[in-house]
């Protein structure tokens, strides 16, 4: 038997919400571990397969509700150390929506017209329309994470000496919430997914990779090169989550060790927040029923 939309959307709040940072003031990357799966184990993958399913089955309802009703625009931004699983999760979770309302961008190393502008520009341009969701595979967080760990790209970026001082960082960060800020006044939904992999889970991976020749063209050297950098990464992390995470911009610090899981609470926070909206479909006139009525007496006598 289905179960109502309403329960639905109460089993997704609950399995997103301790996952949800909403103030980082008081944030610690190391309170979450890697490897949780709340109270399931890997017994109940099963269930949790089936849990996605129903997960994805009402994405798909709400998103075509979303797409109809077309007020509302939804954002998601995934960020994470390679091997994590961003790809995996975005394209299992979103599986079931309908590519017309869905757009989806990865952002790699800026091109030379990039730098020619603000670090915001690139994304501002590919952000989604009313009435679809929008998902960025690394996103203008990177301004934060790789050019701060490695700040050699900085310097590449133009931008004029006296304006890159100690507190870049800081002022990045509050650029951002002001940014998110505005989308969100402007009826953009954004939820911010940090899929958080341990170093034992994403060496592991990496080895997979490189010993499937299947999974060889996944690996590149630069990665295992950046694992040199996993505690400088892991403090920029959490500096941009407590600096950015807000009510209307939530980060959802995601487990990662399980894919099975990782899927699941990614689904259900997408889930929670296209159930905040209240999406319905538009309401017929009187006078579009008329049309329809019309039409329908037309089509009755073969015309």
Not at 184 to 191: E, Q, V
Request: proline share 5%; glycine share 4%.
């Amino acid at each position: 038997m289905d179960l109502p939309l309403e329960h639905l959307l109460k089993r997704a709040h609950e399995l997103a919400k301790p996952f949800r940072v909403s103030d980082g003031k008081r944030f610690h990357l190391d309170d979450v571990d890697p490897g949780d799966t709340l109270d399931l184990t890997s017994e109940d993958k099963p269930r949790a397969k089936e849990a996605l399913q129903i997960g994805i089955d009402t994405l798909a309802a709400l998103q075509d509700r979303l797409y109809a009703q077309d007020r509302w625009a939804v954002l998601l931004i995934f960020q994470a150390m390679d091997a994590a699983g961003k790809d995996g999760a975005i394209k299992h979770v979103m599986s079931g929506v309908n590519p017309q309302g869905c757009q989806v961008y990865s952002f790699k190393a800026p091109s030379n017209e990039e730098l020619d502008h603000d670090f915001l520009w690139r994304c501002l341009k590919d952000l989604p329309e009313r009435g679809r969701i929008g998902i960025f595979n690394r996103s203008y967080y990177e301004e934060m994470l790789i050019v701060r760990v490695h700040p050699e790209l900085l310097a590449h970026q133009k931008i004029p000496a006296p304006l890159v001082t100690k507190k870049i960082w800081k002022q990045r960060a509050e650029d951002i919430v002001a940014f998110e800020r505005y989308l969100a006044r402007n009826g953009t939904i954004i939820r911010k997914f940090f899929l958080h992999v341990s170093r034992d889970e994403q060496k592991k991976r990496f080895l997979e990779r490189i010993e499937n020749p299947e999974k060889n063209w996944k690996f590149s050297p630069t990665d295992a090169k950046e694992r040199g950098y996993w505690k400088q990464y892991m403090r920029a992390y959490e500096d941009a989550i407590r600096r950015t995470a807000t009510p209307e911009a939530p980060w959802y610090v995601v487990p990662a060790d399980n894919k099975w899981f990782t899927r699941v609470v990614v689904a259900a926070a997408v889930i929670d927040a296209l159930g905040s909206l209240d999406l319905q479909y538009p309401k017929v006139s009187d006078e579009k029923r008329r049309e329809l009525a019309t039409a329908k007496r037309a089509l009755l006598r073969g015309g």
